[in-house]
């Protein structure tokens, strides 16, 4: 049999002042491990925390492009492009444009911009004119694609860009006359010595005139366009257009100005029909724009 030792043994003081420290080691033992086993994650930042408010990180969409001030400037830059390929009657289409409806859908800018860069915007426009106007073909309405940039700041200017689709039409603008009655028979034949009435005065037309004078046509290409009021308008246009380039022009964009232009003239008389010298037109338009926007990789004209 194994001998118990008498509880007496165990309450020595050397043994007594074991036992504490023991019973203390044990303790700090347990309080580390229990801090030790504890969740891992409790000192990391949530993921609301990290992320931040959601608005913080997405930026304010761009509303410059749908402005009703930028929509308001583009119908009056419209109405004054079609009069710039008119050659005439600014201040008239200027007073029509007040009375004009434009409506413009799916407007969004090109791409993201901050409100200190420019916008470039495009979209679907609608433009309505006033009772009594229509243009070439009877049309009440025209539509079309169309480009515009608004300039960064509290006022940021509007310039127009691609419009040919409404603004060629618009420089056809007519008066929508109803046509005469008939006069009334006569009560008694005429009088066959009486002379004879005068005729009214002839009007000029107002088809869109061409950049160059068509008495001094002498090109199969030339006289394609005096004799087509839409090609005359594309002609105008696309002057306009390439006088302006050539006053913002560098002299290397200068020099590449004059060179395509040339080529762009005799491409456009060998055209054997109305629609290829429309396409040459369209084309040189956009050569322009590439041109000044040093993105000019060169153009191959088609029939």
Known sequence: MIALR????FCTPRVASRMRTSSVALILVASLALHACGPRDQDKLGENELAGPKEAR???????????????????????????????????????AGFALLQLDGVAPDIGAAASQSAECRARATLRLPPGLKVAGGRTTVGGGISYSI????????????????????????????????????DEAPDPLAPEPTPPPETSSNAARPSFNCRSASTQGERAVCDNPTLAALDRTMA???????????????????????RFLGFRDRCPSD???????????????????????????RN
Not at 6 to 9: A, K, M
Not at 251 to 259: F, K, T, V, Y
């Open 6 to 9: 008498p509880l007496s043994l």
């Open 58 to 96: 997405k930026a304010a969409p761009d509303t410059r492009c749908a402005a009703q001030g930028a929509q308001d400037e583009v119908k009056r830059q419209l109405f004054a492009r079609a009069a710039e390929i008119r050659g005439a009657n600014s201040d008239a289409y200027a007073r029509i």
């Open 151 to 186: 300039a960064p700041g509290a006022r940021g200017a509007v310039t127009l860009g691609q419009s040919d689709a409404i603004a060629i039409p618009l420089a056809t603008l007519t008066q929508n006359r109803p046509a005469p009655e008939p006069a009334p028979e006569p």
């Open 240 to 262: 306009a257009q390439y006088r302006g380039a050539q006053a913002r022009a560098d002299s290397s964009q200068r020099q590449l100005l004059l060179e395509t232009r040339d």
């Open 275 to 301: 629609s290829c010298i429309d396409r040459a037109y369209r084309g040189r338009m956009r050569e322009i724009d590439d041109i000044m926007a040093d993105r000019w990789k060169g153009r191959i004209y």
